[in-house]
């Protein structure tokens, strides 16, 4: 069963309160990731905190358990792990944050992220990151109308003259040259 918070359970978490271990797990809904009351994470907005008695109904609503305070018990796979770092940064991929931010924002340290992404995936997420720009931004040039300048915008990337250098070292072409042969090729493929 999940409750709303209350007062104690509060306090508990801003203080990584360890004796309110193993009795409540707090999940949070923008990350989906849910933690022991001891979490050395940021703290979470409480607008956003359901809590849970055990780890395995938190488990059972879909959350999954943090890195860090390794709230599932046994140690996350870091092939769990990588995908959740993965689902974060296709959702927030035009934000623009660090390795630490990243980091911050998937319950691990910056240096252990870099490392086992790296690892499994072969890329460092900020590169991983630049890449799911460059796909979205191939979208934007082939379903929409919108200037370079507006996608490379929305995409994450302010500097309109920075965001074609990338897209034409990934794509040896410039998003103009891409959008116009799409155009006259009428289809649209991955290479
Ligand atoms: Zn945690």
């Not at 994470?41 to 488990?59: G, M």
């Not at 996350?76 to 995908?83: C, N, R, Y």
């Not at 490392?115 to 890449?131: D, N, S």
């Not at 920075?162 to 090729?185: A, S, V, W």
């Amino acid at each position: 069963m999940s409750s709303k918070i209350t007062a104690e359970q509060r306090k508990a978490i801003m203080e990584n309160d360890k004796t309110y271990d193993g009795q409540f797990f707090y999940a949070v809904k923008t990350t989906k990731i849910f933690c022991r009351p001891s979490c050395k994470s940021r703290v979470p907005n409480f607008d956003n905190v359901t809590i849970f008695r055990t780890a395995e109904e938190a488990l059972q609503a879909g959350y999954r358990p943090c890195k860090r305070c390794k709230s599932g018990g046994d140690r996350l796979p870091d092939e769990e792990w990588v995908k959740q770092v993965e689902t974060y940064i296709e959702e927030n991929y035009a934000l623009s944050f660090t390795l630490s931010d990243l980091a911050e924002a998937c319950h691990g340290s910056p240096y252990h992220l870099h490392r086992v992404f790296k690892r499994l995936k072969g890329v460092t997420p900020l590169a991983y990151q630049q890449h799911i720009r460059m796909e979205k931004a191939k979208v934007y040039l082939i379903e929409t109308d919108m200037a370079v300048k507006e996608i490379a915008g929305l995409v994450g990337i302010s500097n309109p003259a920075r965001f074609i250098t990338l897209f034409k070292e990934k794509n040896n072409q410039t998003p103009r040259q891409f959008r116009k042969e799409y155009d006259g090729r009428g289809v649209y493929s991955e290479k």
